[in-house]
């Protein structure tokens, strides 16, 4: 039994989160729309300094890897999650000057071992063997892990060309410096002791919390021999392969009518956008997706295999051939109707809202009744928005007769961004609505430049009978944490025991801009612990909600852990003020901690009753 929603894509530039297949987030909601500044202003001393410098990484962050050792073992950049500076050098077997270096790169690691720095080898040479590169590193002594990179995927995030390459990358994996170790190696002289001592520098800038002096520096290494093509010249063509990634991986975004800034359904619209697209696959950049993928197996996998990266890439270099148009796919309907068919009734805002043309504009809520004589089971609901370009989101939940104000998290019943595809539940799951509810209408609205007009509508199906099981969500949170100032690597954890036997359907870690990493681990009653996700590079940019290809039952007695980690420090660009202590709450400039798991119980509602 398999959920049928499909977790719409994040938009490209407006950063707007998909939602979990259940889950309510109100707290996220209010994180995506906060633009206010924190009360008290940063000191220039606490803003982050990873800027980007033009024409080299500097300021690029580095995403999340996994590659092999020479030994065969799956090495992935999270698993250096402890350490606070990873330094990161490209080396081969027979360059020469990489070779020089070894025992000079084996001198500084031991010194900063102890200081949270962890030094890493990467072979991206193509001709390299996995038996080589083991021979090499025993024959020379390297004293810190090696990672094959034949394919040379993490050369390309990094824009890594020669060996003896550097780069340091901070507690957030940006990269701070790039080059030379020191200048005492060069393609036609040598010196015994180097007159600068550029990567030692660099570090001791880092560790002492200063921004790094000099932070590219010109690299006489040898050059890393580039794979072979992918195929021959003009064998590549928009209408037999690229068509087909950009449908499958790209246009459940990128289509018109979406907050995504461009669309990618026709040859003109890849060949305008070609130079975006290859800079961005090939560092990981598009299409955004952040779990680990050792763990897990989950669907809607918003990732890129290396070989539609060399094919995106190769077409892009070849000159972006069409090729014969008969070959391409057949196009991809986006309707602009009901996408969950036709609804069983249909609700909108009580009144048409107008949006000022600029400013932050605060969260509006709206009510309205649903006349309901008998609880209702969703079994698929759907966002219209009538205004797409001014609505950021919507947020449905009810109310009771009585109550003040609606519970969202106990009496959540949808959510929508630009680009989340309709909430669709298989045959005997549902989500009820009370009899006697009204609708609490959250609606954020962006400002566009202009004044906009908007009455958004929410389309429910009802299920056609009572299902045998009803959608859940557990909020495994934690609100009682101080993160200290400067902290670059905070470790909060929460936990949840499953009383009774459940199937989880669903993941969706929450954290505001501190947020640097989250793991749900399972520990079952007889002491197995499973990971049931990682995500080592959290994104409040990209939140996204992790669902299960098929659902894990869990025993009563179950426990969940979700540990997370924050980064107060300067080297987080997206820290509003490294010099205070951070607390739960709602603002951006605050912080949550929440582990959103969406389940129902193993047992039918008729058999539980």
Known sequence: MKFQRVLGFVMLVCGLASLAVFGPDRERARAWSDEKADSAPAKSADKPTADATPGTSIGRRVPNFVVADAAGKQIALADFHEKNFIVMTFITCACPISNQYVPVLN?????????????????????????????????????????????QAVAGMVGATRTCETFVLDPQRYVRYQGRVDDRYQHAAKRDTPSRHDLASAIDELLAGKDVSVKTTEVAGCAIGRPRRTAPPGEITYSKQVSRILQEKCQDCHHPNTAAPFSLVSYDDAVNWAE?????????????????????????????????????????????????????????????????GEPDVVFELPREVTVPAKGTIPY????????????????????????RAAVHHI????????????????????????????????????????????????????????????????????????????????????????????????????????????????????????????????ILPDGTRQMLLSVP???????????????????????????????????????????????????????????????VWEEPRAKAQ
């Open 107 to 151: 001198e500084l690691a031991q010194k900063y071992a102890d200081k949270g720095v962890q030094f890493v080898a990467v072979n991206s040479q193509s001709g390299d063997t996995p038996e080589k590169i083991a021979a090499h590193a025993k024959e020379f002594g390297v004293g810190f892990p090696v990672l094959s990179d034949p394919q």
């Open 276 to 340: 975006t697209i290859k800079e961005v696959v090939v560092q990981r950049r598009m299409p955004p997706w952040h779990a680990d993928p050792r763990f897990g197996s989950f669907t809607e996998e918003r990732r890129l295999s290396q070989e539609e990266i060399d094919t995106l890439t190769a077409w892009v270099n070849d000159g972006t051939p069409e090729g014969n148009p008969q070959d391409a796919p057949k196009p991809v309907d986006y309707p602009d109707g009901w996408r969950i």
């Open 364 to 387: 509006m809520y709206f009510e309205t009744p649903t006349n309901f004589k008998e609880d209702m089971w969703i079994q698929a609901s759907e966002a219209r928005p009538d205004n």
């Open 395 to 522: 947020l449905l939940f009810y109310k009771m007769p009585g109550e003040k104000q609606g519970n969202i998290q106990k009496n959540w019943i949808d959510g929508a961004a630009p680009g989340n595809i309709p909430a669709h539940y298989p045959d005997g799951i549902a989500r009820r609505i009370p009899a006697g509810a009204s609708l609490i209408w959250q609606m954020h609205y962006t400002a566009t430049g202009k004044v906009e007009k908007d009455r958004s509508k929410y389309a429910f199906k009802f299920a056609k009978k009572p299902p045998e099981r009803e959608a859940f969500t557990a909020w495994i949170a934690n609100d009682k944490f101080r993160i200290p100032p400067g902290d670059p690597n905070y470790k909060v954890t929460s936990q949840f025991t499953f009383p009774k036997p459940a199937l989880i359907y669903s993941f969706s870690p929450h954290m505001h801009v501190r947020g640097k990493d989250f793991e749900y681990l399972a």
């Open 537 to 599: 590079q959290y994104d409040f940019n990209w939140q996204s909600a992790y669902k299960l290809k098929e659902p894990l039952r869990v025993p009563a007695g179950t426990r969940i852990e979700c540990t997370a980690h924050y980064d107060n420090s300067r080297g987080n660009p997206a820290n509003p003020n490294a010099a205070k202590p951070v607390f739960w709450g709602d603002q951006t400039w605050e912080e949550m901690m929440i582990g959103y798991t969406d389940f």
